[in-house]
Every structure is written in structure tokens, then in C-alpha cells.
């Protein structure tokens, strides 16, 4: 039922791009995310909905008093936070949501790439018959897996003065990292009991470590995804103009006031 739902949908709209492009595997993941991302657009505009009524609730008058009455009593404010969200109709885990739909995509893209990289007979026979019937095998098989100095079917590295450094990874954990910054702004407040403040600060400090270290152990296509889809959500978010690149630069101490 995966198979039948995820990877071979995935797998052929990979190849089928790949045929009409002139057979560059890279180019034809990096015009897959695109795609992917012009498909869950419905989630991007409801985490930019979510988010916007979160920052507006926390700037309320209602918000920042339930604030001072519970400072000291973080189980009652994080009920009470509840509360509100609920009334209010806002979604605490809201602009985490599209990120968490995300990951059958990324498990689906995973299987994808290894199975469009068939290197052995027996890898061969199932990718040939996870083809559409429609599909010209004979254009595509053998797949092409070279792109820039990267083999798309192996985890990547760039030997530099005789070291293997996983650029690739590096890259993918930075950009996520500027992405989170970017698309998820902070909180209206520090609170630790608050969950939104909580979830995305995992969030922003997890990803980058996730996907580079799955970038780092699986096949450099996926990583491509990565990457890929990190570059298309800023300059989707830019588009909109829900950017905020003063996130990216460090908070000012707070100054002591002089007496």
C-alpha cells in the first residue's frame, strides 16, 4: 500500500521529469521539490494563518495579564494558555504542522531515489516494474546519478586537502537553520510554560541536526531535497513578504536601565 500510494507515485513523477529534461537526475529532484511545494501551498498559507493568529493573541491585553496572575504558577498558565487557545480557535502546534506532513514526503523521496538508483539486477527488475506502462524505460535506464561533483546514490563528500567533508550536510543543517529563523518567528513571550514557545524552539534547534545528520548517512538526492526545499520556502515566504531577516542577527542584551 506504501509502495502503491508514496514511492511509485514519487519514483515515476522523478523519472518522467528526468526523461524530458535530458536526463539530469539532480535538476529533476531540485524541479520535484519545487512541485512538492507548490502542492501543500494550502499548508504554507495555514501556518502563516496559524502563526499570525498566535502572535496577535500573545500581544493581547487578555494574554499578557494571564501572564503576571500565573508568573509563578506554571501549570495553572500553561491550563489557562490552553483555555484561551481553544476559545480563541488558534492552533498552538499549528505552524509546526506542515513541517510534521513533511516527513512521509522525505520517507517517500528516500525509497524514491534508492530505487530510481538500481545498481543490481535484482534492483533493476523491481524499478522496471514500478514503471507506468507509459514511460519509455529504455530513456531512462540506466540512471544518470552524477550531478555537479555529487553521486546522487551515495552519501556525499568533498575531498579538501585530504579530507572528507560532507559539504552537502553542512549546507543542508545551515540552510534549515536560516529557514527555521526566517519562517518561524519567535514568540511574543519567553515563558517556558508557553507549549508554542517550547515546540518552536525545538523545532529551530533540532531540524538543522536531523537533516543534516540524515543528509550525512543517506544518498546525496535526498540531501538535494533538502536543500532544495529549504531555498524554495525562503523565497516562497520572501514572495509573500513574511520574511523577517532581522531574525538571523542576534538579540541585543537588554541594557541596565540608569538610575
Do not use: H
Amino acid at each position: 500500500m506504501w509502495n502503491t500510494i508514496i514511492v511509485y507515485p514519487f519514483t515515476n513523477a522523478l523519472l518522467w521529469i528526468y526523461d524530458i529534461i535530458g536526463n539530469n537526475f539532480g535538476l529533476a529532484i531540485i524541479l520535484f521539490t519545487i512541485l512538492i511545494r507548490a502542492l501543500t501551498y494550502p499548508l504554507t498559507a495555514s501556518q502563516m494563518k496559524q502563526t499570525a493568529a498566535m502572535q496577535e493573541m500573545q500581544k493581547s491585553k487578555q494574554w499578557q495579564e494571564m501572564q503576571k496572575k500565573y508568573k509563578d504558577d506554571k501549570e495553572r498558565l500553561a491550563q489557562e494558555q490552553m483555555k484561551l487557545y481553544k476559545e480563541l480557535g488558534v492552533n498552538p502546534f499549528g505552524s509546526c504542522l506542515p513541517t510534521l506532513i513533511q516527513f512521509p514526503i522525505i520517507i517517500g523521496l528516500y525509497r524514491s531515489i534508492i530505487m530510481a538508483m538500481a545498481s543490481t539486477p535484482l534492483q533493476m527488475l523491481d524499478l522496471t516494474r514500478a514503471i507506468y506502462p507509459f514511460m519509455n524505460v529504455s530513456n531512462i535506464i540506466p540512471l544518470n546519478s552524477k550531478f555537479l561533483w555529487m553521486d546522487l546514490g551515495a552519501p556525499e563528500s568533498l575531498t579538501i586537502f585530504g579530507l572528507a567533508i560532507p559539504f552537502l550536510a553542512i549546507i543542508v543543517a545551515a540552510t534549515t537553520w536560516v529557514q527555521s529563523k526566517l519562517t518561524m518567528p519567535p514568540p511574543a513571550t519567553n515563558n517556558p510554560g508557553d507549549p508554542s514557545a517550547q515546540m518552536g524552539q525545538s523545532m529551530t534547534m533540532m531540524m538543522p541536526l536531523m537533516l543534516g545528520y540524515f543528509t550525512y548517512i543517506s544518498p546525496a538526492g535526498l540531501g538535494l531535497y533538502f536543500l532544495a526545499g529549504n531555498i524554495v520556502s525562503v523565497a516562497q515566504y520572501a514572495m509573500m513578504g513574511k520574511v523577517d531577516w532581522k531574525n538571523l542577527l542576534p538579540k541585543p542584551a537588554a541594557q541596565p536601565k540608569k538610575k
